[in-house]
């Protein structure tokens, strides 16, 4: 059946579950089979244009916001002074669009595998991808695992951008990957990686929060909704090696930049890391809220 007359986008990536999710569709704008995986960008009725890796939808225009601003800002207004920054992944260009309005970050390298979905989404997701053109930002095309190893006591922020553990990015959920980002932190550094759904995915966010609790001084897992997800909501790993998203967290910066942002809030980043007993009794992490 073509697309034309198919008119409906079907993401089956939680069909074997007995879950799917239809999106109504106008066109498909561009697919190309890169090196990696299939790359489709199609015009949505309801949400704008959509951004779709191997049959999973990355991003829409209509709810990118709560899932890049919350990867970005809960991190950027947790650390006093994130001037260097790493995005792992990210090729929409939507996590760097939201890095960088922070005036204190001064060099923001991001680093991901696959050149052609930074190329397809420059052509045609301009809102998100127009960061790309901005002189603190430096895109490498290359494996984000290789790349944290070459460069240890680097970053201050270090945001993992995935998609989902099935794909090419399975290697950026490795404990591996998790000491590799330790070292590429200096010794105040701290991470937010893309870290699935509480209802769906809760053994992978245990065996994740398992790392970061191993591994760092603060871990911690907060979450955002985003309606064309997996079960609406996606949630994030944050460990950090000092600074702690709570006690650290001084709101003036968040407060200035309220009328840039449309999701992120000062309550909403210290709600974010409120979780739901059954999920917060599995991961057994120390409450970051009211510590
Ligand atoms: N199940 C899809 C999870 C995708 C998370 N990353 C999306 C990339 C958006 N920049």
Not at 49 to 62: F, H, K, N
Not at 91 to 109: Q, S
Not at 110 to 115: K, Q, R, T
Not at 145 to 162: C, E, H, N, Q, W
Request: charged fraction near 25%.
């Amino acid at each position: 059946m073509s697309i034309e007359s198919q008119l409906w986008f079907e993401e089956i990536l939680e069909i074997a579950n007995g879950r799917t999710f239809k999106i109504k569709i106008n066109d498909l704008v561009e697919r190309f089979d890169s090196r990696f995986q299939r790359i489709e960008i199609y015009d949505t009725k309801p949400f704008g244009r959509m951004l779709v890796l191997d049959g999973v939808i990355m991003c829409t225009e209509w709810d990118e916001h709560s899932y890049h601003e919350m990867i970005a800002h809960v991190p950027m207004f947790t650390h006093p002074k994130p001037e260097n920054v790493l995005v792992i992944g990210g090729g929409d260009g939507g996590t760097i669009r939201e890095v960088l309005r922070h005036p204190e970050a001064k060099r923001v390298d991001i680093c991901e595998i696959d050149g052609d979905v930074v190329r397809l989404c420059k052509k045609h997701l301009p809102t998100m991808s127009a960061s790309f053109d901005d002189p603190r930002v430096t895109l490498y095309t290359e494996d984000g695992a290789k790349f944290m190893k070459d460069r240890p006591g680097t970053y201050d922020i270090i945001l993992v951008d995935s998609s989902d553990p099935i794909s090419p990015a399975a290697v950026l959920f490795s404990e591996e990957f998790y000491v590799d980002m330790k070292n590429a932190l200096k010794d105040d550094g701290l991470i937010a990686t893309q870290c699935e759904s509480f209802f769906y995915h809760g053994d992978i966010i245990e065996r994740i929060t398992g790392y970061a609790k191993k591994h760092f001084a603060v871990p911690g897992y907060y979450y955002t909704v985003v309606p064309t997800y997996p079960s609406g909501i996606i949630g994030y790993c944050f460990a950090s090696k000092k600074y702690h998203p709570i006690k650290d967290y001084r709101a003036e910066r968040a407060l200035a930049m309220q009328g840039q942002l449309k999701y992120y809030t000062p309550d909403l980043h210290r709600a974010a890391f409120a979780l739901p007993g059954f999920i917060r009794d599995r991961i057994k992490l120390q409450p970051l809220i009211n510590p």
